[in-house]
């Protein structure tokens, strides 16, 4: 059974840094695996969609990239800024699509 | 305006009061999923369509129902809600469960049973 994990659950980052939020999966066995954000309240917004033959997809300020071997994905998100406040979900898709419980990211003027 | 529709927004409701919450996409699209999400539990699928007739069970089906009869419309039924029922629900659809393309969520319903 696949099993998605994000550590950490909240990361608190002043505005203008870069970071990383990380998402593991147990299962290679996938066809892709997509990056969500999730406003208060709101629903998911679908961000990025790594296919399994891809290293990585980048849109405007953000880039993920995907280790099968792994079991691991990130999400880059360049100069960060308050707007990027949100809670960020991956995931995996095997068929079935399995989410982490999501990293909440507040970024600080 | 591609989206995906569910109504309504909130509901507050007593235990063993049937409910609908509708869901419609306007995408063409074959899959369709029901998403309750919870509190530490995240994000569990209940069922989920890949076309029209074609349902299935996810991990958390106890107590729902669902039915495909367009393509369009995925309806999530409670027979007899009961309080552990009480979560934010998504409705979500894509192209195809096969082929690579991302998930569109509606904007939720979050439902009370008391």
Sequence with gaps: ?109 | EAQVTQNPRYLITVTGKKLTVTCSQNMNHEYMSWYRQDPGLGLRQIYYSMNVEVTDKGDVPEGYKVSRKEKRNFPLILESPSPNQTSLYFCASSLSNRVNSPLHFGNGTRLTVT
């Design chain 1, 1 to 109: 059974k696949q099993e998605v994990t994000q550590i950490p659950a909240a990361l608190s980052v002043p505005e203008g840094e870069n970071l990383v939020l990380n998402c593991s999966f147990t299962d290679s066995a996938i066809y892709n695996l997509q990056w969500f954000r999730q406003d208060p309240g709101k629903g998911l917004t679908s961000l990025l969609l790594i296919q399994s033959s891809q290293r990585e997809q980048t849109s405007g300020r953000l880039n993920a990239s995907l280790d099968k071997s792994s079991g691991r994905s990130t999400l880059y998100i360049a100069a960060s800024q308050p707007g990027d406040s949100a809670t960020y979900l991956c995931a995996a898709s095997g068929g079935k699509l399995t989410f982490g419980k999501g990293i909440t990211l507040s970024v600080r003027p």
